[in-house]
């Protein structure tokens, strides 16, 4: 009869467990959505209101049937198509460059002389000054959409992997020369991982500078399509809903590359080794 009882209680003590648990996730995923529900609650009010005109001020309503309206036809896919394109071409261009900089300044004091002033002249620098520029450089279209997304996301990558390549130990890498190994393997297995944290770090910021620059680079480059294409286009015609249903998009699609992307690559690499919590 005792044993039953414990037995008892210890299915309570599981249960109430389980019950805080959730409790505490619901609580969790509350805070995390309240400035979001703020914000729809006043953007609504205001609509409701007419404060604005709706075809200035649209409603929450009727921003998601035009959003679901564009997907549905496929015009809001052919633009993030276009969009993802340039940013991906011009991200991978960012990140082989801006890596191998970094670590050659973090490992070479003469690079890290002769560069680290350039960086730091260049990096303040927004991406958009260069557009007038790579436009009569390279003409309109996608060329010089994708150089200058490479470019306004460089030098958050180099500066951070210049900054992770400088702060592994020397101890690490003295100790692996000692044991033999070559200096191949050093970088593979010594400075790399340890200016992983930091590399990654300035992906993620190289990424979320070139997804801003994007939007406005379309319009100035006069590209055939994209997500910046199709806001700027839908002002010429006064379409608020188009254009905060395209303004939605890429804050949903930004927040995919960072939370998703980027996330799952520290998970398989400085999470999975111990090197973040």
Known sequence: ???????????????????????????????????????????????????????????????????????????????????????????????????????????????????????????????????????????????????????????????????GAKTVKEIWIRAARVMGAAEPQVFRQIILPGALPHVLLGLRLGLARAWRVLVAVEVLTAVPRGLGWLIFGAREFLQADVMLAGIAMIGLVGFLLDRVVLAYLERLTVVRWGMLG
Do not use: K
């Open 1 to 163: 009869m005792s044993s039953e009882a414990s037995e008892h209680q210890d299915g309570g003590r599981r249960a109430r467990g389980v019950t805080r648990a959730a409790s505490r996730r619901a609580v969790a995923a509350g805070e995390r959505l309240l400035p979001f529900v703020a914000v729809a609650a006043a953007w609504e009010l205001v609509a409701r209101l007419a404060l604005l005109p709706p075809q200035f001020f649209p409603s929450l309503r009727t921003v998601g049937q035009t959003l679901w309206r564009l997907l549905v036809s496929g015009v809001l896919l052919t633009h993030m198509q276009g969009t993802l394109v340039r940013l991906g071409c011009g991200f991978l261009l960012a990140a082989v460059v801006g890596v191998l900089i970094g670590m050659i300044m973090g490992r070479s004091i003469v690079a890290e002389e002769i560069l680290a002033p350039l960086i730091s002249l260049g990096s303040p620098i927004p991406g958009l000054a260069y557009a007038p520029l790579f436009v009569l450089w390279f003409g309109f279209g996608n060329l010089p959409a994708v150089l200058l997304v490479a470019v306004a996301a460089t030098f958050p990558v180099a500066v951070n992997t210049w900054t």
